[in-house]
């Protein structure tokens, strides 16, 4: 069962473009949210967070929109580069103070230039 | 740079044989975690340690896997015997807990296990 879906294997874009990568939950008690950026032979990296207090993050070409009533997240690229194709992981932790993270199967994000 | 490394990088082995897998986390985090990735179950969990106590081991099959951290720079992950369906990719992962979650985990480049 999983709690963490993401529903597109793979994204393709045009350089320059918005990117919209899509993440759904099942878990009511997750509260804290994570994407992670993946390339070949290496480990995931951190991108950005939001905690569910919020709606809306932001780190320069990243923002992350958390709709808690549909249980939905989202994460935009505005503008896509090149560089950012690689494959994003929506993770999801719960409530009580774990630091245990749910993750997606990943969305594999293809920026054409 | 502080980064999570792990050894060995890759390793093949054959079934029944031990393999241990090593991590040094960043220094000063004192929250480590080994993950696994499939293609078919993605990234799971299979256990994660805050100060070097077991907090949570309930992704790892207990008959054949076992994780420890014999000290704060190292954690390891003992398959034995291993077996064919434990070919993946073994992650870990370290970082900054403070026991309210909310914690960013920082990944090593992982250690890609061939059992054949």
């Known amino acids: 069962d999983q709690q963490v879906k993401q529903n597109s294997p793979s994204l393709s874009v045009q350089e320059g473009r918005i990117s919209i990568l899509n993440c759904d939950y099942t878990?009511?008690?997750?509260?804290?949210f994570l994407w992670y950026k993946k390339y070949p032979a290496e480990g995931p990296t951190f991108l950005i967070s939001?905690?569910?207090?919020?709606d809306k993050n932001e780190d320069g070409r990243f923002t992350v929109f958390l709709n808690k009533s549909a249980k939905h997240l989202s994460l935009h690229i505005v503008p896509s580069q090149p560089g950012d194709s690689a494959v994003y992981f929506c993770?999801?932790?719960?409530?009580?103070?774990?630091?245990?993270?749910?993750f997606g199967k990943g969305t594999k994000l293809t920026v054409n230039p | 740079d502080a980064r999570v490394t792990q050894t060995p990088r890759d390793k093949v082995t054959e079934m029944g044989q031990e393999v241990t897998m090593r991590c040094q986390p960043i220094?000063?985090?004192?929250?480590v975690f080994w993950y696994r990735q499939t293609m078919m179950q993605g990234l799971e969990l299979l256990a994660y340690?805050?100060?070097?106590?077991?907090?949570?081991d309930s992704g790892m099959p207990k008959d054949r896997f076992s994780a420890e951290m014999p000290d704060a720079t190292l954690a390891t992950l003992k398959i034995q015997p291993s077996e064919p369906r434990d070919s993946a990719v073994y992650f870990c992962?370290?970082?900054?807990?403070?026991?309210?979650?909310?914690?960013?985990?920082?990944f090593g480049q992982g250690t890609r296990l061939t059992v054949v």
């Open positions: 992962a370290s970082g900054l807990g403070t026991g309210a979650g909310n914690t960013e985990a920082f």
């Open positions: 878990n009511s008690m997750f509260d804290y």
């Open positions: 939001i905690s569910s207090i919020k």
């Open positions: 993770a999801a932790s719960p409530q009580g103070g774990s630091e245990k993270l749910v």
């Open positions: 220094l000063g985090h004192n929250t």
């Open positions: 340690f805050r100060n070097r106590a077991p907090l949570d």
